[in-house]
């Protein structure tokens, strides 16, 4: 074995046991809000692909600065699963978004998916930048909640969207306010003083991830009643073209952070990669 392959082999054996530290932390993190993880739906399976998903998307880091990162993506998560397996009438959803926005204000948390965002509010807080940068993750979390209830909507009329309104929609995917919380809680401070922008490229990410999980995750979906890409009316061959153009895109704008944040720009090029091989999917479209 070439030293090449031992560096290799090295770095996926460290990533691994990043990723197993991360799936601990989570763990125990769901452990304290009672309920909002149910074993049925959060079993060792979902941890082990989430943390292997983000140890990946930043190997160099430690399980303590992935600490927001994993458990944003876990709150997202659960957020999810309430407003499309537990919410039942759009005022569910309305108020939940309210509640959460509410605490992303700074109000006292009533339940235990908002003292979960609470705490990552308080964490974040933590941070000298959390109060310039507020706002804008607020704005995030906004835009996320209401994507989420804009997709209950859709699919409770039976309203299906165009592909492109789907596109648009890509916010409730949550995945651009996980990255944000994690690069306001451990980005560098060019990153932090572009966050801005940063924010426009991990959406055109977002909108490729959003399809990718969809063709992924397509005969779940349909088994739980949920929107899919695939269940919209467009062919495969169009979503397969559709994740091209938006991979192509995503790597133009990704390219000019390189040159200013190595570690930013590797990030989101990693997450398009690890979730596209994690899911067998090449990174324009499905393997066949």
Not at 20 to 27: K, M, N, P, Q
Not at 244 to 260: D, F, H, K, N, W
Request: with cysteine; proline share 2%.
């Amino acid at each position: 074995m070439s030293d090449d392959e031992l560096d290799e082999a090295f770095e996926l054996g460290r990533t691994c046991a990043l990723a197993a530290e991360c799936g601990r932390d989570l763990r125990r993190c769901a452990q304290m809000y009672g309920g909002l993880f149910p074993e049925a739906a959060f079993d060792d399976e979902f941890y082990s692909a989430l943390t292997l998903a983000m140890a990946f998307s930043a190997p160099w880091a430690t399980a303590d600065r992935l600490k927001i990162l994993n458990r944003a993506a876990l709150w997202v998560m659960a957020v999810e699963r309430l407003v499309d397996h537990t919410a039942t009438t759009r005022e569910q959803v309305n108020r939940l978004t309210r509640e959460c926005l509410s605490v992303a204000d700074g109000a006292v948390p009533r339940s235990a998916v908002t003292r979960f965002l609470a705490d990552l509010r308080d964490e974040l807080g933590t941070v000298e930048e959390f109060d310039d940068l507020q706002w804008l993750w607020r704005d995030q979390l906004a835009r996320m909640l209401g994507g989420m209830a804009r997709a209950w909507v859709w699919r409770d009329r039976h309203a299906l969207p165009t592909l492109s309104r789907y596109l648009d929609n890509a916010d409730s995917r949550g995945s651009c306010f996980v990255d944000v919380s994690h690069w306001i809680y451990t980005a560098d401070d060019w990153s932090k003083s572009h966050l801005e922008d940063l924010r426009a490229v991990s959406r055109q990410v977002q909108r490729y991830l959003h399809l990718l999980g969809d063709v992924a995750s397509y005969r779940r979906d349909m088994s739980w009643g949920d929107l899919n890409v695939l269940a919209l009316g467009v062919t495969r061959a169009e979503v397969t073209d559709a994740m091209a153009e938006l991979a192509r895109e995503a790597s133009g704008l990704i390219e000019p952070v390189r040159e200013r944040s190595p570690r930013t720009a590797a990030y989101l090029r990693r997450q398009i990669g690890f979730n596209a091989g994690f899911n067998g999917i090449s990174a324009y479209g499905p393997i066949t």
